[in-house]
């Protein structure tokens, strides 16, 4: 018998924009949504699902033995702006925000998190990205940060 890594680790992975600026319209979002998980997929990292807001990213990811989440979020925060800035999806320079926030996600909840991201759409036209951040931090417990 061999010797084997095994991990299931599920991580939901939000990340901004920098200064929150909405500059992701619908044709941007749905090329940079492909492109994060077509990018995923070359570097072996199992995406369940991403969505593209206008100013914020949600995916979640199974995280690899090999990486760490700041290596992850490197690579698809480097990668995607390059690919945004290659290919002139929005006008002018892009880039990313610094930071991001992660979460574990059990697998007992993982469909709700997944039902979670994929109606950002509807989520957001009640709840401002602004407001879902501060509930994020507050549930949690990063209440200290929320005024950063």
């Known amino acids: 018998m061999s010797l084997h890594s095994y991990t299931k680790l599920w991580v939901h992975i939000i990340w ?4 929150r600026e909405k500059l992701l319209n619908e044709k941007a979002r749905k090329l ?4 994060l998980f077509n990018y ?3 570097k ?5 699902i991403n969505y593209v807001n206008p100013e914020h990213v949600h995916t979640l990811i199974n995280l690899p ?3 760490s989440i ?4 490197k690579l698809f925060k480097g990668s995607s702006s390059h690919f945004i ?3 002139g999806i929005v006008p002018g320079k892009f880039s990313w ?7 574990s996600a059990s697998e007992s909840q993982l469909e709700k998190v997944v039902e979670y991201i994929r109606n950002q759409r509807e989520h957001h036209r009640v709840k401002s990205y602004a407001e879902e951040y501060d509930l994020f931090m507050r549930k949690y417990g990063f209440k200290d940060l929320v005024n950063r």
């Open 65 to 67: 033995t090999n990486l």
């Open 70 to 73: 700041e290596d992850t979020i």
């Open 32 to 35: 940079v949504s492909e492109y």
């Open 85 to 87: 800035n290659q290919d």
């Open 97 to 103: 925000g610094r930071g991001y926030a992660a979460f």
């Open 40 to 42: 995923s997929k070359e």
């Open 44 to 48: 072996n990292i199992f995406m369940k």
């Open 16 to 19: 901004e924009t920098l200064n």
